[in-house]
């Protein structure tokens, strides 16, 4: 019998949200990377010096599409041929994508590396600055003075380099990187249900966030990064076995009172409370 054959997810838990959810995920990857290729074209013909070589960002880009077909690739290869292959899957590409940012982290000195690592470009800016010598009017800004102040310091601030990081940044950065394969390591040694592997992921994540320096003295994109991860702490209410044994009665709990008492959330609280436990499951999507 084969290794991958056993279907998942479940069928009485996705319920009716099987298909379409993969369907969904697929036009959403789908749809991103057709920017990030879209956008690559355009900054071909875009005049601009560059901030990191080719082949650093040749590696940028591959971390990118990584990101965006990771959760259809668990899910379909959970659907296709079953968990032992979901598992192995997820384990390749964390472990390809904390290759590449170990590599752009100490070779490139790429600094904090942001989610997506390429960002989608600014077409309404480059459009502005291509049409400089002859504006038209539809191009024309005629916001508030410090609105406009404000997002030039943005623009200006992107195009500056990523900030060096110090010796102790760097190790923060690398707990950062390493901390999904050592979580999975965890996972193959205790198993979901011990709380030993949520621990060791909470310790990893609180210790790169400790050790990261003022965030003031930051580039606006690192600052962004930086609040993106601490937000990213409360998804441990949502990480099995914390969930499973606390949060989750609480969360659909609220979430039926809502439905129930106020008029017009019920249209978002029920469809939440039959994704939840569908969400809760896929890897990329909590623990990703």
């Given at each position: 019998?084969?290794?991958?054959?056993?279907?998942w997810?479940?069928?009485?838990?996705?319920?009716?949200?099987?298909?379409?959810?993969?369907?969904?995920?697929?036009?959403?990857?789908?749809?991103?990377?057709?920017?990030?290729?879209?956008?690559g074209?355009?900054?071909?013909?875009?005049?601009?010096?560059?901030?990191v070589?080719?082949?650093?960002?040749?590696?940028?880009?591959w971390?990118?599409v990584?990101?965006h077909?990771e959760?259809?690739?668990?899910?379909?290869?959970?659907?296709?041929?079953?968990?032992?292959?979901?598992?192995?899957?997820?384990?390749?590409?964390?472990?390809?994508?904390?290759?590449?940012?170990?590599?752009?982290?100490?070779?490139?000195?790429?600094g904090?590396?942001?989610?997506?690592?390429?960002?989608?470009?600014?077409?309404e800016?480059?459009?502005?600055?291509?049409?400089i010598?002859?504006?038209?009017?539809?191009?024309?800004?005629?916001g508030?003075?410090?609105?406009?102040e404000?997002?030039?310091?943005?623009q200006?601030?992107?195009?500056?380099?990523a900030?060096?990081?110090?010796?102790?940044e760097?190790?923060?950065?690398?707990?950062?990187?390493?901390?999904?394969l050592?979580?999975?390591?965890?996972?193959?040694?205790?198993?979901?249900?011990?709380?030993?592997p949520?621990?060791v992921s909470g310790i990893?994540?609180?210790?790169?966030?400790?050790?990261?320096?003022?965030?003031?003295?930051?580039?606006?994109?690192?600052?962004?990064?930086?609040?993106?991860?601490?937000?990213?702490l409360?998804?441990y209410?949502?990480?099995?076995?914390?969930?499973?044994?606390?949060?989750?009665?609480?969360?659909?709990?609220?979430?039926?009172?809502?439905?129930?008492?106020?008029?017009?959330?019920?249209?978002?609280a029920?469809?939440?409370?039959?994704?939840?436990?569908?969400w809760?499951?896929?890897?990329?999507?909590?623990?990703?």
């Amino acid at each position: 019998m084969s290794l991958c054959y056993d279907p998942w997810p479940d069928p009485q838990v996705i319920g009716r949200f099987a298909d379409s959810h993969e369907l969904s995920e697929l036009v959403y990857s789908a749809s991103n990377l057709l920017v990030l290729v879209n956008d690559g074209i355009l900054r071909k013909g875009i005049p601009q010096i560059p901030l990191v070589s080719v082949t650093q960002h040749r590696l940028l880009t591959w971390l990118t599409v990584l990101e965006h077909l990771e959760v259809f690739t668990e899910m379909s290869s959970a659907k296709l041929w079953g968990e032992n292959c979901r598992w192995l899957v997820i384990i390749i590409i964390q472990l390809a994508k904390a290759t590449l940012r170990i590599l752009l982290l100490l070779w490139y000195k790429a600094g904090i590396q942001t989610s997506p690592p390429v960002t989608p470009l600014d077409r309404e800016r480059h459009l502005q600055r291509s049409s400089i010598e002859a504006p038209s009017l539809p191009l024309r800004r005629w916001g508030i003075p410090q609105e406009e102040e404000r997002q030039q310091r943005s623009q200006e601030e992107s195009e500056q380099p990523a900030t060096p990081l110090s010796h102790q940044e760097t190790l923060a950065e690398s707990l950062y990187i390493t901390r999904p394969l050592l979580h999975l390591m965890a996972l193959g040694i205790w198993g979901q249900k011990s709380w030993k592997p949520w621990l060791v992921s909470g310790i990893l994540d609180i210790a790169s966030l400790s050790l990261m320096r003022d965030p003031k003295q930051m580039r606006q994109a690192e600052r962004a990064e930086l609040r993106r991860r601490t937000f990213l702490l409360l998804y441990y209410l949502l990480r099995s076995p914390f969930y499973d044994r606390y949060s989750e009665s609480k969360i659909l709990f609220l979430l039926r009172v809502l439905a129930d008492y106020v008029p017009g959330v019920g249209l978002v609280a029920r469809p939440l409370m039959d994704y939840l436990p569908v969400w809760q499951k896929i890897y990329f999507y909590n623990w990703g």
